[in-house]
Every structure is written in structure tokens, then in C-alpha cells.
């Protein structure tokens, strides 16, 4: 599969004040970590490719989650079996096959908070990957950094919609042509 960042599942929920309060300046982003992946409930962006609607990720989600829950794994052994009864590149509608419905929202069982630290997506994709959008949020600083996060809660999206648009970077140019004409605006 190669490319695609993890679901966050250890950090709860977020709204801009969470996010504030749970990670200092320096905590918000890095080369491979941003709290972009874990606003509105949690990101899935990158978690496949060529997506081809909001219902068809819904249905493979909903048909992972099935075949989890029927595989019921429990050791590290029988994570890493139901990780690997498909090819990284065999998707589901352009999802990947380990993106479940959890008891906290949508994410992925082989996240390293669910297996004390050990992180079993390695080899299966990347866990390094950052998309554009978080690329760029980590040049910014903080006060824009802020503007983006609280215009991310103002548009109160479903986190599929959001992933969506995180991945193709639709919010990123919203909010890029938003701030132009603020910008324009004051002049
Ligand atoms: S293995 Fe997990 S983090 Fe990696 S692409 Fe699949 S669902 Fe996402
Ligand atoms: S698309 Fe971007 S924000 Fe979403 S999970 Fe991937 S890196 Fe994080």
C-alpha cells in the first residue's frame, strides 16, 4: 500500500480547545505526526485512495468491521493474521481492509496505543506519511495554525466528509481562499 498514515485512535475526540489544551506548540505537528489526523473525530484521508464516495467508504468500513469482528483477534499473532488475509494493495472501494468501526470511532485496530506500544501497520503502510494539507499546516505558525483549526470546527463536518477533503486538500484551499479575501477585505 505504501503510503497512508494511521487513523488516530489513542487521542479523544477533538475540538479546537481540546486541542489546545491537550498539545503544547511543539506537540502539534512534526515531520510525522500532526493533530490534523485527529480533528473532527479522526481522519481516514489517507487511509486508501481513488475513493469513489462518502457511502461506498462508509460500506467498506461497515464490511471491515464486519470481517474484524468475525476474526475477533486478541493476540499480537491473530492481529497480524487478520491484517494479512489481504494484500496491502487489495483496497475496498479504495479503503483499506483494516479501517474498522471501533468502540471510540473509526480507526485502525493495528495502531500502536492498542498494542502497548508495538506497531503493527509497519510493512503494511506507511506510518510516516503526512498528506499536503498537514505538510503545509506544519510550516505555519501558530496563530495560523489556530485560524485553520477553528475554521475546520466551524464547518462541523461528518469525519468521512472531512477525510475526504483533508486528502484531496479541499479544506486547505477553502480556507486559503477564505483568508485571501479577509486578506483583500482589510486593504
Ligand atoms: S493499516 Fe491502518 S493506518 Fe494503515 S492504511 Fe490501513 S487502516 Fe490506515
Ligand atoms: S489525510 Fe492528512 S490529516 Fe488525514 S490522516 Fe492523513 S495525514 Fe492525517
Known sequence: MGDYVTVSVDVPVNVRGDVQEQ???????????????????????????????????????????????????NTTQEYVRFRDRNAASDLRHGVCRNL????????CPLHPARHKGEDLREGHCDIHYLCDTAKAFATWDVTKQDEFLQFIAARKLDNITYSILMDSGGLWN????????ALQGMR
Open 23 to 73: 498539545f503544547s506548540e511543539l506537540q502539534r505537528t512534526n515531520k510525522h505526526f500532526t493533530v490534523l489526523c485527529q480533528q473532527n473525530g479522526g481522519c481516514m484521508g489517507c487511509c486508501g485512495h481513488d475513493f469513489l464516495s462518502k457511502e461506498k467508504i462508509n460500506e467498506a468500513i461497515r464490511m471491515n468491521t464486519a470481517e474484524f469482528a468475525e476474526t475477533r483477534p
Open 174 to 181: 477553502e480556507f486559503r481562499l477564505k483568508r485571501r479575501g
Open 100 to 107: 474498522v468501526k471501533l468502540e471510540e470511532g473509526i480507526g
